[in-house]
């Protein structure tokens, strides 16, 4: 399979726990991006790479969450010090420059 | 920046009738309008996209109109079938600045 993987799939964890989840992208594919999605909702934009640089962030990427794609191929998603409104599913997307992007299948964490 | 609007939120309609779902944007710039296919506990899947110089594009039974002046874009899906029931998105622009999403359900 040479698609987007994320992991893990599940995460539940508690209050104020620190969580990373990791995102492997389609290999040739030089961008990155994360989206959060909530229930109902379509997914909402926080943050992408351009190889390893972090070109953008969301104004709802708070200071609790940081990502990074140290050698522009993986990256990984942390939560600091998670609060239940973090619950969301959290996908990644890779692509080719500008244009068509390819989705995991997310990961989806409840915050209990 | 861009705001995506989309409609409706869930469409009913018989098997073998056609679909459409409607999005306006409000950012003039914005070149690039995917929609978006996500089926339960998945990640949204690409089924056709259009860019800003052409107004009209076709896939099989799927096509994509794009009226640049009006911001307005449209999905069309014919000959409904089963495994199209599924939740659709429109988006614009590279960041991807998603809709709300339309519930699809194609009736027997």
């Known amino acids: 399979d040479t698609g987007v993987s994320q992991n893990p799939r599940h995460k539940i964890t508690k209050r104020g726990q620190n969580v990373t989840f990791r995102c492997d992208p389609i290999?040739?594919?030089?961008?990155l991006y994360w989206y959060r999605q909530t229930l109902g909702q379509g997914p909402e934009f926080l943050t992408y790479?351009?190889?390893?640089?972090?070109?953008?962030k969301s104004r709802l990427l708070s200071d609790r969450f940081s990502a990074e794609r140290p050698k522009g191929s993986f990256s990984t998603l942390e939560i600091q010090r998670t609060e239940q409104g973090d619950s969301a599913m959290y996908l990644c997307?890779?692509?080719?420059?500008?244009?068509?992007?390819?989705f995991g299948p997310g990961t989806r964490l409840t915050v209990t | 920046g861009e705001n995506v609007e989309q409609h409706p939120s869930t469409l009913s309609v018989q098997e073998g009738d056609s679909a459409v779902i409607k999005c306006t944007y409000s950012?003039?710039?914005?070149?690039?309008f995917p929609w978006y296919k996500q089926e339960l506990g998945k990640g949204p899947q690409l089924i056709i996209d259009?860019?800003?110089?052409?107004g009209e594009k076709k896939d099989q039974r799927i096509a994509v109109t794009l009226n640049k002046t009006a911001k307005h874009f449209s999905l069309h899906i014919t000959e409904t079938q089963p495994e199209d029931s599924a939740v659709y998105f429109c988006?614009?622009?590279?960041?991807?600045?998603f809709g709300k999403g339309t519930r699809l359900h194609i009736l027997p």
């Open positions: 259009i860019r800003s110089n052409v």
């Open positions: 997307a890779s692509s080719l420059e500008v244009g068509e992007q390819y």
């Open positions: 988006a614009a622009e590279d960041k991807i600045i």
């Open positions: 790479f351009q190889n390893e640089a972090q070109l953008e």
């Open positions: 290999s040739e594919h030089n961008r």
């Open positions: 950012d003039s710039a914005s070149n690039y």
